[in-house]
């Protein structure tokens, strides 16, 4: 009896805090995660599967929408700093890179692309259906490169 009382109270110092309200609640989705950077210049390289590029085209286009008609202080300015290459050559697989270089980085500011297009996509159907675009195109995140700009020899 002993041991079953024991097991009780454990279970509720487990789960009363985890079901309350506004402490830990098991099925809260968790916040949409923010892709910042901390240098002045940014470089990313994205893998994307040859027959999708039309649709990875389409998505950033929509970003380029979202922000340019959003009322975030930040979104302008992101907007201004944000160009994407496509390379000409694709690699050995296949895959198309486009490489995105953002400068000047807009401190604190959300640079995840999903993110971006849901703060201005309101309709659920749209979303997935972006998401999925997105999704499918998407071979691979190839790599993030941030940091201070050490020479501008332009100057």
């Known amino acids: ?9 454990a279970c509720a110092i487990v789960l009363i805090p985890a079901l309350s309200p506004g402490h ?3 099925f809260a989705q968790a916040a949409p995660q923010k892709t910042t950077f901390t240098g002045e210049v940014v470089v990313m390289a994205y893998a994307i599967n040859p027959d999708k590029t039309a649709d990875y085209e389409k998505v950033l286009a929509t ?7 959003s009322e975030a202080p930040d979104a302008k300015q992101q907007l201004a700093g944000w160009k994407v290459i496509k390379n000409a050559m694709p690699n050995p697989d296949g895959s198309i ?3 995105h270089i953002i400068s000047p980085v807009v401190k604190d500011a959300d640079y995840s692309i999903m993110n971006n297009i849901y703060a201005g996509v309101k309709d659920p159907a749209e979303q997935k259906s972006i ?4 999704r499918g195109a998407m071979k691979q995140a190839l790599f993030v490169i941030q940091g201070p700009l050490v020479a501008d020899l332009a100057k």
Do not use: Q, W
């Not at 009896?1 to 109270?9: E, N, Y």
């Not at 998401?131 to 997105?134: L, T």
């Open 63 to 69: 970003l380029k929408d979202t922000l340019s008609k």
């Open 97 to 99: 890179v486009y490489i």
């Open 1 to 9: 009896m002993r041991r079953l009382s024991g097991v009780l109270v």
């Open 24 to 26: 830990g609640d098991l």
């Open 131 to 134: 998401f999925d675009m997105y």
